[in-house]
């Protein structure tokens, strides 16, 4: 079963717009979240994190959503660039000496930003 | 950037016969991970180590095996390829069962089993 969730496999946004990527989890273990980011031919690249404590996290122009209620969080980029166009994998970790401290991805959002 | 090598960055091989990837790190991490990335399942852990000769399973470990004699290598092998394991394989490594920066991923080895 796929315990971390991003339903949309793709977006399109405008240069300078921003964009939205979503990600559900169902598993309750869970408590720190990170996305990344990954360009063609090359290996997935760490953009930003979040643990279960907070329900915000920013970083530039990346600014990460937690909403634990509802095991849901989001990755906004305000504003949106070229160069951000690039797969988008959200990823979950459970709590340390378990199985579930492994990091468990979703399916991956392919963003596009057009100039 | 992070020393993490994977070798060979593409591979074609025929269906039945063994093949084995490498993965390299001169971080002198503990941890190193074999994902596999495919369409509509984004990356899928095969194995783990958590130290020299440590190594457990993931989510999708049949049909794989891992070795690790020295902490800098990780060795996914496919013991009979299919064509089932065309995919593209990860290795990844950090210092600590749970960073806040997660994993480091290498480039990456394009399989294609024919």
């Known amino acids: 079963d796929q315990q971390v969730k991003q339903n949309s496999p793709s977006l399109s946004v405008q240069e300078g717009r921003i964009s939205i990527l979503n990600c559900d989890y169902t598993?309750?273990?869970?408590?720190?979240f990170l996305w990344y980011k990954k360009y063609p031919a090359e290996g997935p690249t760490f953009l930003i994190s979040i643990s279960s404590i907070k329900d915000k996290n920013e970083d530039g122009r990346f600014t990460v959503f937690l909403n634990k209620s509802a095991k849901h969080l989001s990755l906004h980029i305000v504003p949106s660039q070229p160069g951000d166009s690039a797969v988008y994998f959200c990823?979950?970790?459970?709590?340390?000496?378990?199985?579930?401290?492994?990091?468990?991805f979703g399916e991956g959002t392919q963003l596009t930003v057009n100039p | 950037d992070a020393g993490i090598t994977q070798s060979p960055r593409h591979k074609v091989t025929e269906t039945g016969t063994p093949v084995t990837l490498r993965c390299h790190q001169t971080?002198?991490?503990?941890?190193m991970y074999w994902y596999r990335q495919d369409p509509g399942h984004g990356l899928r852990l095969i194995h783990y180590?958590?130290?020299?000769?440590?190594?457990d399973k993931g989510e999708v470990s049949d049909g794989y095996s891992v070795s690790r004699s020295k902490t800098e290598d990780f060795l996914l092998t496919l013991e009979s390829a299919t064509s089932s394991q065309t995919s593209v394989y990860f290795c990844?490594?950090?210092?600590?069962?749970?960073?806040?920066?997660?994993?480091?991923f290498g480039s990456g080895t394009r399989l294609t089993v024919v």
């Open positions: 180590s958590y130290g020299v000769k440590d190594t």
């Open positions: 990844a490594i950090s210092e600590s069962e749970r960073t806040q920066t997660g994993y480091t």
């Open positions: 990823a979950a970790s459970g709590f340390r000496g378990t199985s579930g401290s492994r990091l468990t």
């Open positions: 971080e002198n991490h503990r941890y």
């Open positions: 598993n309750s273990m869970f408590d720190y």
